[in-house]
């Protein structure tokens, strides 16, 4: 067999032996959303970020806190303000009296795990204070370069636009997150365990971390290797091509969209117990992925559709490659 082969075998028994400790502890928080948390996993493995999106009092904050204390890292959360400016992000630069130089004092960003909470209700220049250090992994201050450390994740919740008090996420800052999910309200079994476990105090307190940053960082890498055939990444490209062309949508996927589509897939694939990445994995991660990356036409939105609804039907249309072996 192969050396590299068999040290992907291994690695992977490693990532499922920790993958199914971190979700058996995020579950026992978030209640009844066991796919929600397994796209965060997903997200994580991948080394990507993830956005999520919802009503207020539906968990978004919870889940970000829940992932963030499975793992044994340095955590930074960020209250996103209207009057939050972009240095309480990054970091500055202080004159020190006694050295007559100046020093980097870190801003909130260097952390394993970065959670910004309601992310849109700082402005669009605040916001845009993550576009390098998502992008990059680094920051730039007054010319100087400070790498962030490894692993490196922004969880960020956000409600929905049209709520009051609330800016749209730039373009640009809606592609740096890898994946946005939506909470949704739980079922009604699931609501009863939650008043439960969580009316005589916070779950989170209970939580422990099951393991720590260099071994995610060490998984991240394992998902990297995971063999992707050739078909696979024509039918990515087929994919984001099509969001392009269809008449639904003025701006289709960027090919940032469809580098981080194909990153997801090995992290789902992986996840699954896979070392080989399927057309089934870049499926069922289209929608997280892509939806908050397309916009609607106006003939779209007066229609009542949604970018799940034509992602959807651009998944029938582009023909499915046959199975890699």
Do not use: C, W
Not at 153 to 169: C, D, H, S
Not at 176 to 184: C, D, N, P, T
Not at 219 to 243: F, G, M, N
């Amino acid at each position: 067999m192969d050396p590299v082969v068999a040290d992907v075998d291994v690695d992977l028994e490693r990532l499922h032996a920790v993958t199914a400790a971190a979700q058996r502890a995020m579950t026992s928080v978030i209640e009844g959303k066991d796919d929600v948390v397994r796209t965060a996993l997903t997200v994580l493995l991948a080394g990507g970020h993830l956005l999520i999106e919802d009503v207020p009092g539906v968990g978004k904050t919870m889940l970000a806190k829940a992932l963030a204390r499975t793992v044994d890292s340095t955590v930074r959360r960020i209250q996103f303000t209207p009057d939050l400016l972009p240095s309480d992000i990054t970091g500055v630069s202080v004159f020190n009296q006694d050295t007559h130089a100046f020093e980097f004092r870190p801003g909130a960003v260097f952390a394993n795990v970065v959670v910004g909470d309601e992310i849109n209700r700082a402005s669009p220049k605040t916001q845009s204070a993550l576009l390098e250090a998502m992008e990059e992994r680094q920051v730039t201050v007054d010319g100087r370069t400070y790498p962030l450390p490894e692993p490196f994740i922004v969880m960020a919740t956000q409600n929905p636009f049209e709520m009051e008090g609330t800016y749209p996420l730039p373009e640009a800052q809606r592609d740096r997150f890898m994946a946005r999910i939506s909470m949704g309200y739980p079922d009604p079994a699931a609501e009863l365990r939650m008043l439960a476990s969580h009316g005589s105090g916070s779950p989170l307190a209970e939580l422990r971390p099951v393991t720590d940053a260099a071994t995610i960082a060490g998984l991240v890498r394992t998902v990297e290797r995971l063999h992707t055939a050739p078909a696979v990444h024509q039918y990515v490209v087929d994919l984001v091509t099509a969001t392009r062309t269809s008449r639904y949508l003025r701006l289709g996927a960027s090919p940032r969209a469809g580098l981080q589509l194909l990153r997801a897939a090995r992290a789902h694939a992986a996840l699954a117990g896979r070392d080989h990445v399927l057309p089934d994995d870049v499926q069922h991660l289209l929608a997280p992925v892509l939806a908050h990356r397309v916009i609607l036409t106006a003939e779209a939105e007066l229609g009542g559709a949604s970018a799940a609804d034509v992602l959807s039907a651009i998944v029938t249309a582009v023909r499915v490659p046959a199975a890699p072996r």
